[in-house]
């Protein structure tokens, strides 16, 4: 009787395991992406050419290289993954939404930024962090969906370190980015106004109401200030 090598089989069922592995792999990303309304266009789409210039305009406005960094409604957080590659900053990213944050954990190691950058599931009106926390927090595109603004305001002062700077944005696509990406997204974003699109629900203020937000958060006179990019886009920046 000829004895058959049992080994092409062998091959054949690991190679299926494998494949099988690998589309399970995708087939989670996907849904992930798929869990993320804005990842289209936050990450991958027309906002992507923004997040490098932005993490690089805030390293030389502020002069961060290390420390702790928070970016809240971070959703997957581009801006910490290219700000911890520009520094040695670790950043935690901090949003309601937990799909947002799994899809960043993959994006993170796929950065080879495993540790650097941290999801955290949290609410902006009740941050998870201990007081005088973070050297730099930023946070953009989030302060109009959350309900008590103030309250926001006031937990971005409690976990600011002594020294840190907050910089709080309603919109903006910062002053680093190319200029043809950024007339594109000027436009995109004008759009809403000229009635070409409907305006994403709960969009509408604060703009340059921030300043009146941080007042009533009861920071100090002279902690904050409002700066604007003309025509779109509305910084807090606060000092601590
Ligand atoms: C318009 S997206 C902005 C995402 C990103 N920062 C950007 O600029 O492209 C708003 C994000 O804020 C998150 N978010 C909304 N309310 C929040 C809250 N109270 N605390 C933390 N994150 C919140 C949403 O889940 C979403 O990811």
Redesign the pocket.
Known sequence: MIKKSRRPVFIVIVCAILLAGCTGGNDYVDMLKEKNP?YER?ISGH?APMWEPMARQMVQEYGLGKGIAV?????SSP?LIELAALTEMRGYA????PW?LRLLGVFVDEAGLTGRVIPVE????DLPFSDNFADFIF????IP???DQVQ?IRETYRVLKPGGIAFIGHGGFGTLIDQEDRELLVQWRLGWDAGGRDRPEGWDGPKEGMTELAMQAGLPDGSYKLITESPVGWWLEIRK
């Open positions: 804005g936050h906002f970016d809240i409604g971070s959703s801006f901090v949003d309601i939404n947002a949290g609410d902006w009106q946070s953009r595109g989030t969906f959350v309900p926001a």
